[in-house]
Antibody
């Protein structure tokens, strides 16, 4: 069964760091670009970051540039997101997503709450 | 980061046809086309259409997409109660080097 499972969410204070991981099963991520997409409470979907199949290129939404780092380990079939200098406005459900012409496979998401 | 423009809400009757729109510019929708997602809260979003009118396996033929210039559209025919939910468009933006989403349209089936 093709699926993505996120982990690492939780409650963190503003300015602190948190790392998210995403494990894939049923397929190998090495041939796909992968992304993180988030949804803040009561808001719409927002693309956060993406990485090409081989990790050679990384892309970020302006609001997280310099604070978040996306990475992948194709040998372990995992995708990661390191989030530093977290802000209250980063509070959201974070989804791990496979790109295959469109965003075709989504995890169930992990909640990140940034609060004092 | 500028996003795509979707109407916040659309209402149509049972078994009627709804057309949802998504407006961008020549760097995103007008260049790469749009993809469409259906999102029931509490569940992961589901891809309905990619590259304007290609449906993934398992998606009903009631869902069809098109594009005219910088505006993409999703047409849902024979509306059913389970179609009542949120719909998002997205596209790769070549000037931003990133993906952009629309704000989402809440479809109500009366």
């Amino acid at each position: 069964q093709v699926q993505l499972v996120e982990s690492g969410g939780g409650v963190v204070q503003p300015g602190r760091s948190l790392g998210l991981s995403c494990g894939a099963s049923g397929f190998m991520i090495r041939t796909y670009a992968m992304h993180w997409v988030r949804q803040a409470p009561g808001k719409g979907l927002e693309w956060v970051a993406g990485i090409t199949y081989d990790g050679s290129n990384k892309y970020y939404v302006d609001s997280v540039k310099g604070r978040f780092t996306i990475s992948r380990d194709n040998s372990k079939n995992t995708l990661n997101l390191q989030m530093n200098s977290l802000r209250v406005e980063d509070t959201a459900v974070y989804y791990c997503v496979r790109e295959n012409a469109g965003f075709d496979i989504w995890g169930h998401g992990t909640m990140v709450t940034v609060s004092a | 980061q500028a996003g795509l423009t979707q109407p916040p809400s659309v209402s149509k009757g049972l078994r009627q046809t709804a057309t949802l729109t998504c407006t961008g510019n020549s760097n995103n929708v007008g260049n790469q086309g749009a993809t469409w997602l259906q999102h029931h809260q509490g569940h992961p979003p589901k891809l309905l259409s990619y590259r304007n009118n290609n449906r993934p396996s398992g998606i009903s033929e009631r869902f069809s997409a098109s594009r005219s210039g910088n505006t993409a559209s999703l047409t849902i025919t024979g509306l059913q109660p389970e179609d009542e939910t949120d719909y998002y468009c997205s596209a790769w933006d070549s000037s931003l080097s990133g993906w952009v989403f629309g704000g989402g349209t809440k479809l109500t089936v009366l």
